[in-house]
DNA sequence: GCCTTACATAGATAAGTTTCGATATATGCC
DNA sequence: GGCATATATCGAAACTTATCTATGTAAGGC
């Protein structure tokens, strides 16, 4: 790339480096996408997903409560932030609420993560 | 997994549904995660991560503020948190700034949501 | 040296997040 | 029915984020 500006004709207008970007993800789309990642951006969350990921695919609250220096209701709302997100689904079990991963969701994001790492040099 | 209490020898401290579980990621390692995937978890950082993907590696800032509705500022910001979390590097270019992929950081959490999507049924 | 352009920083404000203690809900056991 | 347990919700406090306007910095062209 040249940082040279390539659209001569339309100098007047605006300098444009790199007039041929476009936005391949519309705004719903990117929206979803950063919702799911937000579930991801916080250090208990994503540990609270490994402990999931573990569980043979379903693993109930208390489990995850162990292991952390939280109160009961932070990590029940770490669990809603997840599910809004689409990371994990969650189901009564009588008195338990079990866990687990949507693994749809997560290939999803790794499909976003593949198509941006696509870098073209 | 049943939901029945699977460590009777340790009954009087704590009910354990699924005791194995262990914390894989430490907390370093999980901070550093959460870092980048907050990067992602705003909707205009997703698109700017998808143009600077297809600038050939490289773009200006002045390619990415024409396809959104934000000032100068505010997408100077949003760079800022997407090269703290690690996603992208940028270099002076004279009057320009130049920002490409850190393609490293992108196949990382591409392994963390592959180590998490790796459920055992 | 001066002007223009690209980008960064500072400071303000409005909105959102994390965490807690207190309380509500709902299930299963006696 | 009454109690214990697991989970959810509420409301508040402290902190963080997104965005703006105004201003600073630094490179290149004349």
Redesign the pocket.
Known sequence: MSLVMTNTQDQSES?VCNPNLQLRLGTVESEQFALAF?AL??P?RVQILDLISQGGGQI???DI?RHF??????I??????LRDGGLIT?E?R????THRINMGMLTTLQGLLMLVNNTKS
């Open positions: 300098y937000k951006s916080n208990i109930c609250g208390c409560e220096d939280l109160t009961q209701p932070t029940s709302h770490h669990l809603k932030v969650s009564p009588g008195v338990w609420v």
